[in-house]
T-cell receptor, first 111, second 111 residues
Framework: NAGVTQTPKFRVLKTGQSMTLLCAQD?????MYWYRQDPGMGLRLIHY???????AKGEVPDGYNVSRLKKQNFLLGLESAAPSQTSVYFC??????????FGSGTRLTVV | EDKVVQSPLSLVVHEGDTVTLNCSYE??????LLWYKQEKKAPTFLFML??SGIEKKSGRLSSILDKKELFSILNITATQTGDSAVYLC???????????WGLGTSLAVNP
């Protein structure tokens, strides 16, 4: 019973490089979310999905893209990384009727 | 604009003390209020509250929601050093189940 799995756990990128963060859940949840967490800023929503094939922007979507081709996977892409994207990224999912389950996080540093 | 405000921002207590953490919210299309505990990793789920006046308990932790006054409290009795963490409150809103997060209360329990 893995819950929500995020890969990778750590990554260092150079400015301008691209990467994809993977979030996989095995709970058949409809709703999935990508957050970033920065000191003093709390958790901020980047993008979210209310079902397979759907995505929508959150409060801080610029510089990120997402895809949800399969219900269990929600991918977050950084097209051209910038130092301002240095953060801890969390994926979360919910069925909508109970709590939200979080992945263990990805610590990304852009140099 | 939707907002969730937690107080106090930080708290230092001694083992055995009882603490009360506050969360007030002003959101549209409110669905539920959630509490999470975050140590140096992903948030872990504590409670989800949807009905006013019904206390939820888990060991030494309990929480209650007041939908008329738009707030919730989290109580921790007989605190232990293992309770040291950031406690996050969030309101789930709308059909997309987005979470509006507070900035958290940082609790330090000293032996």
């Amino acid at each position: 019973n893995a819950g929500v799995t995020q890969t990778p756990k750590f990554r260092v990128l150079k400015t301008g490089q691209s990467m994809t963060l993977l979030c996989a859940q095995d709970m058949n949840h409809e709703y999935m979310y990508w957050y970033r967490q920065d000191p003093g800023m709390g958790l901020r929503l980047i993008h979210y999905s209310v079902g397979e094939g759907t995505t929508a922007k959150g409060e801080v979507p610029d510089g990120y893209n997402v895809s949800r081709l399969k219900k269990q996977n929600f991918l977050l892409g950084l097209e051209s990384a910038a130092p301002s994207q240095t953060s801890v990224y969390f994926c979360a999912s919910t069925a909508g009727t109970y709590g939200y389950t979080f992945g263990s996080g990805t610590r990304l540093t852009v140099v | 604009e939707d907002k969730v405000v937690q107080s106090p921002l930080s708290l230092v207590v001694h083992e055995g003390d009882t603490v009360t953490l506050n969360c007030s919210y002003e959101v549209t299309n409110f669905r539920s209020l959630l509490w999470y505990k975050q140590e140096k990793k992903a948030p872990t789920f504590l409670f989800m509250l949807t009905s006013s006046g019904i206390e939820k308990k888990s060991g030494r932790l309990s929480s209650i929601l007041d939908k008329k006054e738009l707030f919730s409290i989290l109580n921790i009795t007989a605190t232990q050093t293992g309770d040291s963490a950031v406690y996050l409150c969030a309101a789930s809103v709308g059909n997309n189940r987005k979470l509006i997060w507070g900035l958290g209360t940082s609790l330090a329990v000293n032996p």
